[in-house]
């Protein structure tokens, strides 16, 4: 087996540097496809490529490969993997499997909780208005999913701000949003370098429902200012409530009412989701998409080519026994 | 009720009990009506400082509403689709595994990020059109 198979392994790495600004310039519909595609495929090509490694290690066991009937002189000869390698591959492998396990234990549970949860509450009515002095809104999934918002917070908008919010979250249930972000940080469980992706995955169903409001409401103004209005209300401590809650352009921050380009480099999500509303809607870019193409089809021939390798190698193995 | 035992009760059972009292009231209850009615059920004898601490408790955690009658709160149990949904919420806050799933509208701000999104949207209301 040749170096090709340290590739899978490191493609991830490029995927997770490229994450956030694909989930910047893509239209959200598409990154979120792409991106939790992307996690998913890199995922497995890098457990295969684990897998293959772990297996030329294995091989080399004396007991294994005389179960095998495999010629170890040819194996030692043939396989440039150092035993090393192979060792910490399976080292690798069985801490991502349980890594797996453990995120499919918790989703599931938070999964079956928030569908018990929905069923619950109060039948025929879509939202549901929680009492209390939070500052709360979220989709919860289920069968039929629910919009919990917390009563303050509708007082706190008027009729075009709710309906922002509501037509926001109503597209994250009928777009099933928590799947893609599961199936994402699942995969991500699987290769720790793709959590950048995983959570560009997170960012790009906002950004998603986001886009979704404004179609809805026809004014993509008016969904960032709600988003604006939403976050500072939700961060205000009690004394800076009232200002927050009397205008979003109230202190000038830094610039002092000069007009100065705002850099987005270590922005939060809400910043960004807000600038991206505040710009032009996304296009198709398709230059873009061609470039993860080709990263994710080097990531998967080279798994492919370095499981030639191997099968080869053991063929010959056994032949030479 | 959980237990019908003697002087030593597992913690929460107390609680239990005076949430069963005011279901069953249908109509907010002071901590005094409380008291009286757990004597009916021939419960142990409470002081009335320990009604008052275990409905305020109750209060903070969200199960019931109080209103101000005189000097003096009444209590009612929240109804079950508000509870569902406010111990929901706060399972959101406390950052606990149900959060998994749940789509939030907005996540939090970081100082820095408050100044940026008073200056992206200040800005974009001194450039209409």
Do not use: C
């Amino acid at each position: 087996m040749n170096a090709l198979v340290y590739l899978p392994l490191l493609v991830p790495v490029l995927a997770a540097a490229a994450a956030r600004p694909l989930a910047a310039r893509l239209e959200p519909r598409l990154a979120t496809w792409l991106l939790t595609a992307t996690t998913v495929a890199l995922a497995a090509f890098s457990t295969a490529a684990l897998a293959l490694l772990a297996a030329s290690a294995l091989a080399r066991v004396p007991f294994l490969a005389a179960l095998g009937n495999y010629s170890q002189p040819v194996l030692r000869s043939g396989d440039p993997v150092p035993a090393v390698a192979g060792s910490a591959a399976a080292l690798l492998l069985t801490a991502a499997a349980v890594a797996v396990a453990v995120v499919i234990r918790v989703r599931a549970r938070a999964l079956a909780e928030s569908y018990r949860r929905a069923a619950r509450m109060a039948p025929g009515g879509r939202v549901v208005v929680v009492p209390g002095r939070a500052i709360e809104a979220y989709a919860l999934p289920g069968s039929p999913g629910r919009i919990v918002v917390s009563g303050r917070l509708l007082d706190a908008l008027d009729d075009r701000g709710r309906a922002a919010l509501l037509a926001h979250e109503h597209a994250h249930l009928a777009g099933q949003h928590h799947l893609f972000t599961t199936v994402a940080h699942l995969a991500a469980a699987a290769n720790p370098l793709l959590i950048p992706v995983a959570r560009a995955v997170d960012y790009t169903v906002e950004r998603w429902a986001d886009e979704r409001a404004a179609a809805i409401t026809g004014d993509r103004r008016l969904v960032a200012s709600t988003i604006g209005q939403v976050a500072l209300l939700a961060t205000a401590r009690p004394a800076r409530l009232r200002a927050a809650a009397l205008g979003i352009s109230g202190p000038r921050g830094l610039a002092g009412g000069r007009i100065r380009p705002i850099s987005l480099a270590w922005a939060g999500p809400v910043p960004r989701r807000v600038a991206a509303l505040l710009a032009p809607p996304p296009r198709r870019q398709l230059t873009l998409l061609v470039i993860v193409a080709i990263l994710i089809l080097i990531a998967g021939a080279s798994a492919v080519e370095a499981a030639r390798d191997l099968h080869a190698l053991l063929e010959f193995a056994q032949a030479a026994r | 009720m959980t237990d019908d035992g003697p002087a030593r009760r597992p913690p929460g059972t107390l609680e239990a009990e005076v949430m069963a009292v005011l279901r069953a009231a249908g109509a907010p209850l002071s901590p005094g009506q409380v008291r009286e009615r757990l004597a009916a059920r021939q419960l142990e004898d409470l002081s009335y400082s320990t009604v008052v601490t275990i409905v305020s408790r109750l209060h903070a955690k969200g199960l019931l509403e109080r209103e101000r009658t005189g000097r003096a709160f009444a209590y009612r149990p929240v109804d079950d689709a508000s509870l569902a949904a406010s111990q929901m919420s706060q399972a959101l806050q406390a950052g606990t595994d149900h959060g998994a799933v749940l789509s939030r509208f907005v996540s939090g701000l970081s100082g820095r990020d408050a100044r940026l999104l008073r200056q992206l949207l200040g800005d974009d209301e001194d450039q209409p059109g």
